[in-house]
């Protein structure tokens, strides 16, 4: 059954230093999300992206974000300068049509 | 807003079955799901329902949907303790939007 990777699984970094986050959605699906969620707390939708660009964003996701598909497969998440406050899970999601599937997500540890 | 709530914890005998409880404000949703999360897992997608539906069957799993109340329950029948995760009420709003909206999740707890 088609399925939704992440890579890496834990990523530990330094307050300042650039991440990506990267993930292969399922192959025919056209619409990719980011969604977050930090211990303890609701998971949290960061942005959807459809057609190449972002269709939709939250107040998370603030100029220290961005998201690309570089190519035919993969989606990533890219945090200029990661914060101490930006140490959660997060989840990369697709679909095709109502259904989102979910990735086993990235845990991000920021020191 | 938009806002989902559950309650953080429920505990069912093995065998019995377990209802999850959500309600949600925004009265212009259109898809509601429900997911589970086993420990150190993603978030699995058990089933969802569609706004002008008011129930939906899958095997051991019924979804009801009050839109009058806002209230969407998840039905487990015979809960084994492969049941045992925590469930996670979303919404996803019409208009355009298309990011989920979650709860907090409800902790199952299934007792031998």
């Known amino acids: 059954e088609p399925e939704v990777t992440q890579t890496p699984s834990h990523q530990v970094t330094q307050m300042g230093q650039e991440v990506i986050l990267r993930c292969v959605p399922i192959?025919?699906?056209?619409?990719f999300y980011w969604y977050r969620q930090i211990l303890g707390q609701k998971v949290e939708f960061l942005v959807s992206?459809?057609?190449?660009?972002?269709?939709?964003k939250s107040e998370i996701f603030d100029d220290q974000f961005s998201v690309e598909r570089p190519d035919g497969s993969n989606f990533t998440l890219k945090i200029r300068s990661t914060k101490l406050e930006d140490s959660a899970m997060y989840f990369c999601?697709?679909?095709?049509?109502?259904?989102?599937?979910f990735g086993p997500g990235t845990r991000l540890t920021v020191t | 807003g938009e806002d989902v709530e559950q309650s953080l914890f429920l505990s069912v005998r093995e065998g019995d079955s377990s209802v999850i409880n959500c309600t949600y404000t925004?009265?212009?949703?259109?898809?509601l799901y429900w997911y589970k999360q086993e420990p150190g897992a993603g978030l699995q997608l058990l089933t969802y329902i569609f706004s002008n539906m008011d129930m939906k069957q899958d095997q051991r799993l019924t979804v009801l949907l009050n839109k009058k109340d806002k209230h969407l329950s998840l039905r487990i029948a015979d809960t084994q303790t492969g049941d045992s995760a925590i469930y996670f009420c979303?919404?996803?709003?019409?208009?355009?939007?298309?990011?989920?909206?979650f709860g907090k999740g409800t902790h199952l707890i299934i007792q031998p």
């Open positions: 925004d009265s212009s949703s259109t898809y």
């Open positions: 979303a919404e996803r709003t019409g208009g355009g939007a298309d990011g989920l909206t």
């Open positions: 992206f459809y057609n190449n660009e972002i269709s939709e």
């Open positions: 192959s025919n699906h056209l619409y």
């Open positions: 999601a697709s679909k095709r049509t109502a259904e989102q599937y």
